[in-house]
């Protein structure tokens, strides 16, 4: 059964600049590895959001919002999953990363 194929923000940021980084993003990341069986897209975007918030790399954490959006995460999960977040991965990465959900949430309908 084919999936129907996540197009990446690398196309959008890169494009013509780095056709394999895009080519990757959307064929092995978004294609093969999001695509996976063993979880549903919902729990792949809540662990990417933690994996995210963790790592304090808020530059990438728009995009997914709104991907976690899509996939099923209401604003109330994201924003608790960022208040547990705090505890394990830091305050100020929490702080850092509410502050992108409050405005990539806000956008969405």
């Known amino acids: ?61 728009a995009y997914h919002l709104h991907l976690a959006a899509q996939n099923g995460l209401t604003q109330e999960e994201i924003v608790e999953e960022m208040t547990h977040l705090a505890f394990y991965a830091g305050w100020p990465r929490a702080a850092s990363a509410l502050q992108v959900a409050k405005q990539a949430l806000d956008q969405i309908p």
Not at 12 to 24: D, I, K, L, N, R
Not at 30 to 39: C, I, N, S, Y
């Open 1 to 61: 059964m084919a999936h129907q194929k996540i197009q990446s923000s690398a196309r959008e940021s890169f494009g013509e600049f780095a056709p394999a980084f895009v080519s990757y993003s959307e064929d092995v990341v978004f294609g093969d590895m999001w695509r996976r069986e063993g979880l549903s897209l919902r729990d792949r975007s809540l662990i990417t959001i933690a994996a995210l918030v963790a790592g304090g790399m808020t530059e990438q954490l």
